[in-house]
């Protein structure tokens, strides 16, 4: 197995010092900087994961996060380290796109653990079944096709990220937002009656097996 790259940023350079030399006895390849702007320009494809400071100079770790998920789309998992641990704060860390949440002082035996934690945790999310079936109903998500009782059924791009989305989580109501946010990404002057729209599509194309799509008045859609 390869070994995991991690990026630890934060602004102390006796703490980065410490999280390096103990992060690479642990087997892991560290990488190190000491702003968000520098850990930006330091970001590789290949880091698995990044212990980011909060109270960072300049650009602060939440502004990171946030950059990295709504403007880069960068996936990558985000532990926060910092000295705030109130309510409110841990709830500012995770709205920004953060999987995990470390308060200061630390022990380094607990942030092995959490590293550990969260890698083993979005390594399994990444790793998504290329094909669904139920019942009657296959979707293939490597070749972006839908089958209806062994025969290709033609769903445009929007309507087959629906299906993927509700058909990934059975039994979980999807609210119209959750949909919208997930499958048009932000696409500007969409509706929620775009969604209504599009489903309507999907369940006419899945003939007899439309009853898979219900519609929870008030809450959204679920794929049954």
Sequence with gaps: M????????DDEPDLREILQCNLENAGYLVDTAASAEEALSTLRPDHA???????????????????????LKNPVPIIFLTAKNEENDLLTGFSAGGDDYIAKPFSLHEVLARIKAVLRRTTAQAAPKS??????????????????????????????????????????????????????RGESYVLD????VHIAR???????????????????????
């Excluded at 390869?2 to 940023?9: A, G």
């Excluded at 009656?193 to 209504?196: A, E, I, K, L, S």
């Design 131 to 184: 094909e669904l079936t139920v019942g009657n109903i296959t979707i293939d998500y490597t070749r972006k096709l839908v089958r209806v009782e062994g025969q290709d059924v033609r769903l445009s791009p929007k309507e087959f990220g629906i299906l993927s989305l509700l058909a990934s989580s059975p039994g979980r109501v999807f609210s119209r937002e959750e949909i919208l946010a997930e499958v048009w």
């Design 202 to 224: 999907v369940r006419r194309k899945l003939g007899e097996y439309a009853f898979r799509i219900s519609n929870r008045q008030g809450y959204g859609y679920c794929f049954e």
């Design 193 to 196: 009656r775009t969604v209504d």
């Design 49 to 71: 994961l990044i212990l980011l400071d909060v109270m960072l100079g300049g650009m602060s770790g939440f502004r990171m996060a946030e950059k990295l998920r709504k403007e």
């Design 2 to 9: 390869s070994q995991k790259r991690i990026l630890v940023v």
